[in-house]
């Protein structure tokens, strides 16, 4: 088949193994997000093993709601307006927008990953809020950090496709980010109708919850966790204490972020084997251009090949 064959065989069968049975080794990083070895080790949560540990279930996202961007508050409900939108006009809308080729690697997560929102995004109660821009986010950003193509042009479809606003993702992701990251204490991190912008943003989450009008969804875990990590709170006590205030069930707060280690673990894992696979590729190829060189040579000597006398 050629060097193009095995590298393409090769590259499936490294992301086949890396995304589906490989065995979590160590945690991944990306731009933003440090997933310390350290932090996940510090202290234990109940069964979990620390803030990041716990049952590494498959990363299923729930079918909890919808909801088209707009400006204004930051916890706004949009799910029941939409009324109902197939799986497959979202998919199909997402191939519109982004027709290019993507890798094997990074095409099956992706896919999994926009069938799961939708199912988030376009149920009856689902608000959008900063936490989940911000957990959403630091998924995306941490899947494709090696992607080689048009990133920011697949995010754009990719939140397109849902029918909302990829700048506010970015603007709202990057304001609670700036705030967690200023914060001095875990107090500054908790809700408050009377502080800062976010801390009253954080506050509507919780009456949100409290309601019973908002749905939890488990982008939300990952942005509590995101901001205990900026915060520099990493103990298992301010999860406790930040998801409680938050109103968001501890329990499915803490087997989600384990289930977010285990996907990055793979994915990490995934994309040292491919890294093997390519450069074993490259070697192989770089011999038989050796080897072409050295025939081309050879044949083209004017003194032809050596005889023996």
Same mark, same amino acid.
């Given at each position: 088949?050629?060097?193009?064959?095995?590298?393409?065989?090769?590259?499936?069968?490294?992301?086949?193994?890396?995304?589906?049975?490989?065995?979590?080794?160590?945690?991944?990083?990306?731009?933003?997000?440090?997933?310390?070895?350290?932090?996940?080790?510090?202290?234990?949560? +109940? %069964?979990?093993? &620390?803030? #990041?540990?716990? $049952?590494?279930?498959? @990363?299923?996202?729930? !079918?909890?709601?919808?909801?088209?961007?707009?400006?204004?508050?930051?916890?706004?409900?949009?799910?029941?307006?939409?009324?109902?939108?197939?799986?497959?006009?979202?998919?199909?809308?997402?191939?519109?927008?982004?027709?290019?080729?993507?890798?094997?690697?990074?095409?099956?997560?992706?896919?999994?990953?926009?069938?799961?929102?939708?199912?988030?995004?376009?149920?009856?109660?689902?608000?959008?809020?900063?936490?989940?821009?911000?957990?959403?986010?630091?998924?995306?950003?941490?899947?494709?950090?090696?992607?080689?193509?048009?990133?920011?042009?697949?995010? +754009? %479809?990719?939140? &397109?496709? #849902?029918?909302? $606003?990829?700048?506010? @993702?970015?603007?709202? !992701?990057?304001?609670?980010?700036?705030?967690?990251?200023?914060?001095?204490?875990?107090?500054?991190?908790?809700?408050?109708?009377?502080?800062?912008?976010?801390?009253?943003?954080?506050?509507?989450?919780?009456?949100?919850?409290?309601?019973?009008?908002?749905?939890?969804?488990?982008?939300?875990?990952?942005?509590?966790?995101?901001?205990?990590?900026?915060?520099?709170?990493?103990?298992?006590?301010?999860?406790?204490?930040?998801?409680?205030?938050?109103?968001?069930?501890?329990?499915?707060?803490?087997?989600?972020?384990?289930?977010?280690?285990?996907?990055?673990?793979?994915?990490?894992?995934?994309?040292?084997?491919?890294?093997?696979?390519?450069?074993?590729?490259?070697?192989?190829?770089?011999?038989?251009?050796?080897?072409?060189?050295?025939?081309?040579?050879?044949?083209?000597?004017?003194?032809?090949?050596?005889?023996?006398?």
């Amino acid at each position: 088949r050629g060097a193009g064959g095995d590298a393409r065989q090769g590259t499936r069968t490294a992301a086949k193994r890396g995304l589906a049975g490989a065995r979590p080794t160590r945690m991944g990083t990306y731009p933003g997000s440090a997933f310390r070895a350290g932090a996940i080790r510090n202290g234990t949560h +109940n %069964a979990g093993g &620390g803030i #990041l540990g716990g $049952n590494q279930s498959r @990363f299923g996202l729930g !079918a909890q709601g919808r909801n088209k961007q707009k400006d204004g508050p930051s916890v706004v409900a949009f799910g029941a307006a939409k009324g109902v939108v197939p799986v497959s006009d979202t998919k199909k809308r997402f191939l519109e927008l982004y027709p290019q080729p993507i890798p094997s690697l990074y095409n099956t997560v992706i896919q999994e990953l926009l069938v799961q929102q939708h199912l988030i995004e376009f149920g009856s109660r689902f608000e959008y809020d900063k936490v989940y821009a911000l957990g959403f986010m630091s998924v995306f950003d941490g899947i494709m950090e090696d992607y080689k193509g048009d990133k920011q042009r697949l995010f +754009n %479809a990719y939140i &397109g496709s #849902l029918q909302s $606003n990829p700048d506010q @993702f970015r603007k709202d !992701a990057r304001s609670i980010q700036e705030w967690a990251t200023g914060a001095s204490s875990l107090d500054n991190l908790m809700p408050d109708s009377s502080g800062t912008q976010v801390q009253k943003d954080l506050a509507g989450i919780s009456k949100a919850f409290g309601s019973g009008k908002k749905a939890y969804n488990k982008f939300i875990a990952i942005g509590i966790f995101r901001i205990l990590e900026l915060g520099s709170s990493m103990d298992p006590a301010s999860l406790e204490k930040l998801s409680t205030a938050l109103g968001a069930p501890l329990d499915k707060v803490t087997s989600d972020l384990a289930t977010y280690k285990a996907l990055l673990s793979k994915l990490t894992k995934a994309r040292e084997l491919m890294a093997d696979v390519l450069e074993e590729q490259r070697k192989r190829q770089r011999q038989r251009d050796a080897e072409m060189a050295d025939k081309d040579k050879a044949e083209s000597s004017p003194e032809g090949p050596m005889q023996l006398a």
